[in-house]
C-alpha cells in the first residue's frame, strides 16, 4: 500500500515536472503555427482559443482534472482554423493517442517476450559454465550491444537485414488493416533493436545475481545432498534470485519503452514514440503531456510489479517471524 | 558411546593429498593424511582454523570446494573408491549414503523453500518411501531431537525458527534417508553454550539410536570429548596423533595436543578498586521499538578488567553500543571519570572519544582492507594526538613493537596477515588514542585456542604497562576465567549478577548463572552425559 501511493505521489510530480517544463519552452504552438511573419492580433486570438493566456498554474490544474476524468484534452494540430466553422476538425488527444499506443505496446510486447526469455537462458547458462570461453563471450557480446546507441544497432540492422540481405523492410509502416503476421514481419527490425539493447543488461545482471547465490552455503549443502546441477539452479538458485532479476526487467523495460521513441522514429513505426517527437516539434502540447504522462506511469508500474515480485519470491517478507 | 561397536570397516582414507588455490598460487591443504572408520563409530577430527580439519571431512564424502582438487589418496567408502567416481556417480551417494551437517544452519538452508520439504528432498530422490511416509517419519526426528511442536514445524520457513532449532533440524535432515555416515562440521561452533547443550545431546542420542558413523569436526576438544570414541588432531594438514578419547585427554602425547586448551590453563588474580573509570546508571536502550535494554547499571573499577557475559541477544554488544555512543540510551546517565557523558556521539568531545575505543570481534572486516598497517595505526595517532612525519611513524613502531611485531609489518595489508595478527594491529589501532578505557567486543571468539591465549596475556601485559581499563564482552568462560577481575553476567537485557570473579563463579548461583555455568563443556568425555542425568533428576 505505500509503495502504492508512493508510486501515485511519483506520477503527480511528474506531471507537474511534465507540465512546467513544457509551459517554460520559448515558443508556443501559436507562433509556432502561424510562422513569424504572423501579427500580434492573430497570435493573441489563437492562443485565446486554446486557452493558452491562462496563467500556467490555471492551466494545469484544468488539465489535471481532466485527465482524472479520462480526457486528455484536445490537439492543438488539426484543429478549425477558421472561425466559425461548425465542422470542428479538432482531434481528441485519446483517440490520437489510444491507436499509437497499442501499436508502441504491440512493438516493445514482442520485444520483451524476446528479450526477456533469451537473456534469462543465457545468464543462467553464462552463470552455470562461469568463465569458459561460452560464459566470456556472451558477456563480451552483451558488452557491446548494451554500449551501442540504439540508433546506431538499428541502422546496423537495416544494412544487414535490409540492404545487404534484402529480407525484412526498412519501413516499418502497419495500419488497422494489417494482419498479425503481417505486423511481425514488418516490425521485426525494430523489435531485434529494441531485444538487443536491453537484453545485454538483463543477461548481464542475471549472470551476476546467480553467481552472487551460487556462492551461499545452502547451494553447497544442497550440492552435498546430492542436488544436480539442474536442481541446483532452478530449485535452490532462482528462487532466491527472482527479486533482483525482476528489478532488473522492470528496469529494462521501461528503457525499452523510451528506447521506442527513438526507434519507431528511425523504422517510421507509427508508435506513441514517433508521435511524441513530432507533437514536441509541433509545440502541440497536449499531445506531448499526454505521452509523457504515460510513459512516467508505465515505469512506475513496472517497478511496482518487480516489487511485488520481490515480496511474493521471498518468504521472508511474505510470512513474517 | 557405546562399547560393542563392530569391528566392520566403512570409511578408508589412505594418503591423502588436497591442493587449494587461492592468492593466484596453488597451496597444500592437505599433506596425506589417513583416516579410517568402522560402522557406528564417531571419529572427532579436531585442528585449528587452516588445519585442513574441514576439507577432510567434505574429502570423505568425494567432494573438494570449489578451488580445491585432490592431488592424490583413496577413499574407500564401502569398497568403493569415491575419488574415482563421476559427479553424477557421487551424487547417488551424497545426501543419501553420507549426509553432511554445516557450520551455520542459519546460512545453510535455502531461505526460500520449507523446512519440511528440505529436510525430505534428499530422502525423496531415493524414491524408497512416499513423501506422507518420510513426513511422518522426519516429524517422529523432529520429536526425537527435542524440538517443540514437532508435528508443525516443518511448514515454517527457515528465518522462523532459531539456530539452535535450526542445527538440530539440519541433523534431521541429515537422518533422514538414514545414510551410513553423518559429516558433522562444527555444527555447534556458532551457537551459545546453553543451546550447545541441547544440540549436542540431541546429536549424539540420535546417532546413537541408528548407529549411524560420524565424523565430528570441531576446534573444541571439550566438545568433542562429548561426542567422539576416537580423536584425531590435525595440524598444517597433517595428522599429530590419534588416540581413544579417554587416553587423548587424560594423556596426551604431543606438545600441541596440550596447547589446544592452553587458554583453559590461564587464570589471573583477580582485584579490584573503588574508583570506578565508568559507571552506567540505570540505562535502557531499544533499536526501533523493540528494547534491548533494561535498567542496566554497571560500574567498571579504573585499569581493571570486567567480563560481561551473557548469551546472544543478552545484550551485552548493546551495551558496548551504548558505552561508545553508536547507540543513545533511551534513559539512565553515563559517568564516564567522574563526568557525564552525552548519549550521542557526536555531542562528545574529541577527547572524550579518544578516551573510549573499542576492538571488535572480527579484524578482516574492522579494517580497511585497501589500507596498509601503517596508515591503520597511523591515522589515530595524527587525529587524536596531531602526530606527523617522522614522529609518527617511530609512534606506530613503538606501537608495533607493544603488540610483539616489528616495523617489517608496516607496508603491509590486512589480507596479508594472519587471524591473530590482524587482532593484534586492531590492538594497536586502539592503543594509538591513548585510551583509558578499552572496550574487547568477543576479540578472541573468532580466533584458534592457542592464537587466543596469545592476544589474552598480550592484553594483561598491556594492562600492566599502561594501566588501561578493559570491558571484556564474552560468552566464552574460559576466556572469562583467564583475564577478568570482575564479572557481571547478563540476560536478556538485564544485569543478572556483578561481582568478583570469586564470587560469581563460585555458588551459590543465581539460576540463570547457574545454567550457563553448567553449561561450559569440560574436558571429561562423561560431562554430557552427568551433566543431563543431574538435569533430568
Known sequence: MLRLSLGLVTVFAFSVIIFSTFSFLPGDFATEILGQSATKSAVKALRAELGLDKPPVTRYFDWLGNVFQGDFGSSFSGRSKVQGDQGDRSREVVGLIVPRLKNTLFLTGVAAMLAIPLSLILGISAALYRNSYYDRSATGVSLVTVSSPEFFTAYIFILLLATLFPVFPTISNVDEASTLAERFYRTALPVFTLTLITMGHMMRMTRSAIINILSSEYIEMAKLSGASRYEVIVKHALPNAWAPISQVIAINLAYMLIGSVVVEYVFNYQGIGRLMVGSVYNRDLPVVQACALIFASTYVILNLIADLIGIISNPRLLYPK | MTLNKSKELLLEMKNIHIDGFSDERWHKILKGVDLTLHRGEILGLIGESGAGKSTMGKAAMGYTQPGCKIIKGEINFNGIDLAKLTEFEKRKIWGTKISYVAQSAAASFNPAHRLMDQTISAANRLKINSTDVLKKDAVQLYESLQLPDAENIGDRYPHQVSGGQLQRIMTAMAMSPRPELIIFDEPTTALDVTTQV???????????????????????????????????????????????????????????????????????????????????????AAYGSSKVLHNVSIDIPKGKTVAIVGESGSGKSTTARVITGLLPQLKGEIIFDGKKLSPKLEQRSKEELRRIQIIFQMPDTAMNPRQTVDEIIGRPIEFYQGIKGKEREAKVIELLKMIELDETFLDRLPSELSGGQKQRICIARALAANPDLIICDEVTSALDQIVQEGILKLLQKLQKDLGVTYIFITHDIATVKAISDEIVVMYQGEVVEQGLKSKILNPPYPDYTELLLSSVPEMDPDWLTNLLNKRSS
Open chain 2, 198 to 284: 541441547e544440540v549436542l545431546s540431541a546429536m549424539r542420542s540420535i546417532v546413537d539410536k541408528f548407529n549411524t558413523a560420524a565424523i565430528y569436526i570441531t576446534h573444541d576438544l571439550a566438545v568433542v570429548a562429548q561426542m567422539a570414541d576416537r580423536i584425531k588432531v590435525l595440524r598444517y594438514g597433517e595428522e599429530v596423533e590419534e588416540a581413544e578419547t579417554r587416553d587423548m585427554l587424560s594423556n596426551p602425547k604431543e606438545e600441541y595436543t596440550k596447547s589446544l586448551w592452553s587458554v583453559r590453563s590461564l587464570i589471573k588474580p583477580e582485584e579490584t578498586n573503588e574508583d570506578y573509570m565508568l559507571s552506567i546508571k540505570n540505562i535502557d
